[in-house]
């Protein structure tokens, strides 16, 4: 079925700021709204982005995500060592009507 | 405040049923739509099965389409997956996931309920 493809990680020093990729088709990202979610270890996932830039209350403005055609990008600036967790982007694929997520991208903290 | 609270996984033997059970509360469940996702061991998010406020319209995966059924009793505020013909590789934790709007968007989380399925 449709999978999103993430990088599997990206690393970077407190402070600095990372950027993860979420590719998609024309019936998935193309055609609807993107989510990102955090995933701090051996918790359950948590909305980050919705709407493909829009923060839930809470969420602080560091975290922001933006899209392309049939992709998407979630950046986090300002990194802080309570980031490193996994994020994954998702979305809907109109085409087979499905849910899809990406592969997951885990954040280092260096 | 929202809370989702899933129950029902344990170990049953390839072959074997379970029915998982969400509970809602702190929100109006009859107006949202709802999902179900998976996470097997050190893996990724895997979405499930999708179902409308009403109930009307039902979505699967077809890595379990045929095998796992989504319903839901507005009146006892829950959610329901049927999961049959029971698989090694279903063994997962199980989520459940209030849709806000629209169906992309999981606004809130349980906190997962663990299925294993061996011998």
């Known amino acids: 079925q449709s999978v999103l493809t993430q990088p599997p990680s990206v690393s970077a020093a407190p402070g600095q700021k990372v950027t993860i990729s979420c590719s998609g088709s024309s019936s998935n990202i193309g055609a609807n709204y993107v989510s990102w979610y955090q995933q701090l270890p051996g918790t359950a996932p948590k909305l980050l982005i919705y709407e493909n830039n829009k923060r839930p209350p809470g969420i602080p403005d560091r975290f922001s995500g933006s899209k392309s055609v049939t992709s998407a990008t979630l950046g986090i600036t300002g990194l802080q060592t309570g980031d490193e967790a996994d994020y994954y982007c998702g979305t809907w694929d109109s085409r087979v009507s499905v849910g899809v997520f990406g592969t997951g991208t885990k954040v280092t903290v260096l | 405040q929202v809370q989702l609270v899933e129950s029902g996984g344990g170990v049953v033997q390839p072959g074997g049923s379970l029915r998982l059970s969400c509970a809602a509360s702190?929100?109006?469940?009859?107006?949202?739509?709802m999902h179900w996702v998976r996470q097997a061991p050190g893996k990724g998010l895997e979405w499930v099965s999708f179902i409308r406020p009403d109930g009307s319209n039902k979505y699967y995966a077809d890595s379990v389409k045929g095998r796992f059924t989504v319903s839901r009793d507005n009146s006892k505020i829950t959610l329901y997956l049927q999961m049959n013909s029971l698989r090694p590789e279903d063994t997962a934790v199980y989520y459940c996931a209030k849709v806000d709007d629209l169906v992309t968007t999981y606004d809130y989380w349980g906190q997962g309920t663990l299925v294993t399925v061996s011998s």
């Open positions: 702190g929100f109006t469940f009859s107006r949202y739509g």
